[in-house]
């Protein structure tokens, strides 16, 4: 199996920046990709950056100029550099990760969140 874990987010002013970590643990055989989505309440979950191949990375319209994804393979680790944080930006943010297990299936692993609040 694999397990998620985000850190990473706090309260932060509009205008500032943080940085969000995942780490990918477990037995599996590759990471195929991986990416951010986030939830703000009352809302549905939404994609915020998806980054394949170690190299190959989308944007959310809403973040993209913002928001920087990227990936350390050799620690099964990924982070989103988000900087001109907004109100609007407010959400709990979650990894995501398509992984080929060692059986050679392929699984969808999701973490449980780490909560980012911007104040006006």
């Known amino acids: 199996q694999v397990q998620l874990m985000e850190s990473g987010g706090g309260l932060v002013q509009a205008g500032g920046s943080l940085r969000l970590s995942c780490v990918a643990s477990g037995r599996f055989f590759s990471i195929n990709a991986m990416g951010w989505y986030r939830q703000a309440p009352g809302k549905q979950r939404e994609f915020v950056a998806r980054i394949s191949s170690g190299v190959v990375t989308n944007y959310a319209d809403s973040v993209r100029g913002r928001f920087t994804i990227s990936v350390d393979n050799a620690q099964n680790m990924m982070y989103l550099q988000m900087n001109s944080l907004k109100p609007e930006d407010t959400a709990f943010y979650y990894c995501?990760?398509?992984?080929?297990?060692?059986?050679?299936?392929?699984?969808?692993?999701w973490g449980q969140g780490t909560q980012v609040i911007v104040s006006s």
């Open positions: 995501n990760a398509d992984v080929t297990l060692i059986s050679w299936s392929s699984i969808d692993a």
